[in-house]
């Protein structure tokens, strides 16, 4: 880091005008200097999805010293590749992500944007790092989260994470948040996934909803069960989508 | 199966006019009758993102004896959930998605929309396959690929595939494909992503390209050397982004 202050790169889905986001960018200026390059708006849902379609634009929206925010109107993984290329003036020293405005815990992980910019961040090679509340709550109180936030980013700025590894971390809705668990990602699957309205001129629509089952709810070592019991579940995520230990089982498929 | 013939959900990211999507319905009718639900228009890029914002469409756009084919307003995966509720009458027996005009081997997986509907799937419990050609063409010959096609449909149908583990499998756009494969997720990264120009009445735009390095060009066992080799590359691919190996090392965050 040369002597200068780490430079940390803030992101998230919820919109560079979350609540989330601004509770992470405060806490993150007292570790360095952040640059936020976040969507202009909600992009909850958008994975690491990117832009491919039509062209991306990004305007300082905000700057004062030691912060500068940039608005981006791609998705969160949009952002960190914008971010990297065209916002920022050295390589970051940490990326975080949220705090999003609801759980990316378990399955949730595959649709999050929260944690696509996380994903992004970490092919990057940039120590990157996604913070998740579990809440339906429009103003939530991310203040309880605040002790433990500091901890991972106290953690990841002194100890670095493993090549191709990034975390994923998710918070309960409590007044005190008991401390942090390492678990593994739990299994889940959501169902009953769809709503239909009629349109006024015919016709029917479908919004996207669902609940959450918990496919092994006597586990003890997963996300769901550290946060059911007041943690925040840290969970470290690979790159390397590959089910190796799948691998050998599949070879007679090359004889076939 | 109850003696019937199987039911195979077909989608993709290129939308379902795409030639890639017509290649692999038309292989799949050979084992069993085809409900395809498939954007209707392209949606590269989409990975497993899903659609919040607004409401969703479907309308069948095509049916005949063994084949309905339905267009969806929104992302690969959201074809996938609405097709499970809304579109089909038992349970899919398979999931196939592609085949992609565009490679999603090495890191492509966590942006692929294509992949982002096999994820789905697989975490609905089906096996779920995903196809992609590595080609730039834009009318490119599918036909090289159908061989090894079915002998992946053929071994799916046949073995199953074990829980929350799915299919990548990519091919080189040859004139001739070699066999098959299975390799682990070959690492790499993106760079020199974005391409700016600009805007008529002022201001500067993003158009998102980039290119692609092979971070372990002498690995012999990945999914990158062996579409270099002439081969179908096939990667099992798992559900659970958990780094198993790293849980250990962080446990010390939870005395911080």
Same mark, same amino acid.
């Given at each position: ?20 986001? #601004? ?34 634009? $990004? ?12 608005? #981006?109107? !791609? *998705?969160?993984?949009?952002? $960190? ?9 050295? *390589? ?28 992004? !961040? ?20 991310? /203040? ?21 590894? #990034? ?11 008991? !401390? ?16 239909? /309205?009629?349109?006024?001129? !015919? ?29 925040? /579940? ?23």
């Amino acid at each position: 880091m040369n002597g200068k202050r780490p430079l940390i790169l803030v992101t998230n889905d919820d919109g560079y005008t979350a609540a989330g986001i #601004c509770a992470l960018m405060r806490t993150a200026q007292l570790y360095g200097d952040v640059v936020v390059v976040a969507p202009d708006g909600p992009r909850s849902g958008a994975a690491c999805s990117i832009t491919t379609q039509v062209p991306v634009y $990004v305007r300082p929206v905000c700057e004062e010293p030691g912060l500068t925010v940039f608005a #981006c109107t !791609g *998705r969160p993984a949009d952002c $960190v590749k914008l971010a990297l290329e065209c916002c920022v003036s050295r *390589r970051p020293d940490l990326l975080l992500s949220g705090i999003n405005h609801g759980s990316n815990a378990s399955v949730n992980i595959h649709y999050s944007g929260t944690m696509g910019a996380v994903l992004e !961040g970490c092919m990057k090679g940039i120590p990157s790092v996604g913070f998740s509340l579990d809440t339906v709550n429009h103003a939530p109180d991310f /203040a309880p989260l605040e002790r433990a936030v500091k901890k991972v980013i106290g953690y990841v700025l002194a100890e670095g994470l493993p090549q191709d590894v #990034c975390l994923n971390v998710n918070f309960p809705e409590r007044d005190v948040i008991r !401390g942090l668990r390492v678990v593994r990602m739990g299994r889940g699957a959501w169902g009953n996934e769809w709503q239909s /309205a009629d349109h006024p001129r !015919g016709g029917t629509y479908y919004w996207l909803t669902g609940s959450y089952t918990d496919l092994e709810p006597e586990a003890q070592d997963t996300d769901i069960r550290a946060m059911a019991d007041g943690y925040g /579940a840290v969970t470290p995520v690979r790159v390397d989508m590959t089910a190796h230990e799948a691998l050998r089982a599949f070879k007679g498929m090359e004889d076939v």
